[in-house]
């Protein structure tokens, strides 16, 4: 069944609830192996949920009240500009509006509960005292739309409904009764936390659910402010007019803080046998990404300048982490359309590693596009290999430099066979 530990809570929770069935959070827990975020997230994305009852259930869990849809509808837009857009980002924090039942307070949505501290910065803005701050939970889907709406802090590709001709629902493979555990010496995979619920640090809420109701300002005009829906913004694709920026996108993306091999612990592989058993053997997505990506940068012999593993959904290659040598690359907001030209669509499509040099026959526009994304100089060579679970492939690994790449090739290519196996026995974990 759907017993990993460090989610039960929340699956529990929407079960008793009724909002979902066991069958339904397993299949979010596998979701999480391959495209990570939060569990009620994966819910959502899988369309087992819908955000109101995640809400609900993240309430509960919280024993806050729920920020739900009428709530954001009816927000206050001057309280909202009190908070500076950076805090809000910090805090992943939105003020909705005074309570009507206790004019001195004020309903803000959050998606993990305040720390004294930050509930400190928020009400120093706001012009109250912190214990006037009522914490309302909302889903990070629908906290981000709102950073967005309200101050204009872009969302991740992550967050973003990959293709407006297809619906937003995912899928996820089903691990092959062949997937290797047998090479296993540790639980099963029990789901990423690399965003746990903290321990509470404020108070429960002094506030029904029911009565999270508030004054707000006249009503907001929907033409005006009411945020168009985005779709990530493919490379070598037409952009509608409401995307934002991309210089904003670069701004916020975060970086990834990769450690060389040697410093990953007394565990750390100290060959490159070592190594892709170390991938194999990942107890996470998260652990495969820095195993890979630490190795490749700073293993000897392996020219790379940059380094990039790339998910696929829905037919759209999305940046997760890497790193760039010579710059500071946007790596998450690169998004590439599996259907088109380019060395990584060519590598779907024809589902075998490639390596090639770049010459003005071998590469396309929206290759120059990607390399100007990742930042640094244009390579002379690249080379990328598919990540698999069976025969569909769910990510790439993708690489290029300066000089000849053969070795880097069949460096990458091992490590991508490697990080399929971790998939598939991850994957395997979170579907039994």
């Known amino acids: ?25 397993q299949s979010a827990l596998a979701a999480q192996v391959l495209y990570g975020a939060r569990l009620g997230t994966n819910l959502i994305e899988l369309g087992h949920v819908n955000l109101d009852n995640l809400a609900r259930g993240l309430a509960r869990r919280a024993k806050l009240p729920a920020a739900l849809a009428g709530h954001f509808e009816r927000r206050d837009l001057a309280i909202q500009a009190k908070v500076p857009a950076d805090l809000a980002a910090k805090l992943k924090a939105v003020p ?33 005292e912190p214990d006037q701050i009522v914490e309302a939970v909302a889903p990070e889907l629908r906290l981000y739309y709102h950073l967005e709406l309200a101050y204009q802090i872009p969302r991740a590709n992550r967050f973003l409904r990959v293709d407006r001709d297809r619906s937003g629902v995912i899928s996820v493979p089903q691990a092959p009764p062949t997937a290797e555990d047998s090479d296993v010496d540790m639980p099963a995979w029990t789901g990423d936390a690399a ?11 002094d506030v029904e659910p029911a009565a999270l109701d508030y004054q707000t300002a006249p009503a907001v005009d929907d033409d005006v402010g009411r945020a168009r829906r985005r779709f990530v913004a493919q490379l ?31 565990g750390a592989p100290r060959s490159r046998e070592e190594l892709l058993r170390a991938i194999r053997r990942a107890p996470s997505r998260d652990r495969v990404a820095e195993l890979v990506l630490t190795s490749l940068a700073d293993l000897p012999g392996v020219p790379l300048d940059a380094v990039a593993l ?86 790439m690994l993708y690489g290029h430099g300066h000089v000849d790449l053969t070795e880097a090739a069949t460096v990458v290519g091992a490590m991508a066979e490697a990080s399929g196996v971790a998939f598939s026995r991850l994957l395997r974990a979170a579907q039994r």
């Open 310 to 395: 790339l998910v696929v959904r829905q037919r759209v290659a999305m940046g997760w982490k890497g790193v760039c040598s010579e710059g500071a690359g946007a790596i998450e907001s690169l998004a590439l359309a599996l259907g088109a030209e380019g060395i990584v669509a060519r590598c779907y499509q024809e589902q075998r590693p490639l390596t090639v040099s770049v010459t003005p026959a071998t590469t396309a526009d929206v290759d120059r596009q990607m390399w100007s994304v990742m930042g640094g100089r244009t390579p002379t060579a690249a080379t990328i290999s598919p990540i698999s679970i069976g025969d569909q492939i769910v990510c």
């Open 96 to 128: 909705l509006g005074k309570l009507a039942h206790d004019s001195d307070r004020i309903a803000v949505a959050v998606r993990d509960r305040l720390s004294e501290h930050a509930r400190g910065e928020l009400a120093f803005h706001l012009d109250v």
């Open 195 to 205: 965003a746990p619920t903290p321990p509470p640090v404020s108070p429960a809420s």
């Open 236 to 266: 070598g694709q037409p952009q509608p007019t409401n995307q934002l920026a991309r210089i904003a996108v670069r701004q916020v993306i975060t970086e990834v803080g990769l450690r060389p091999v040697s410093e990953l612990g007394d």
């Open 1 to 25: 069944m759907y017993d990993r530990r460090c989610v039960a809570r929340l699956g529990d929770i929407l079960v008793k609830l009724g909002l979902c069935t066991p069958e339904q959070v």
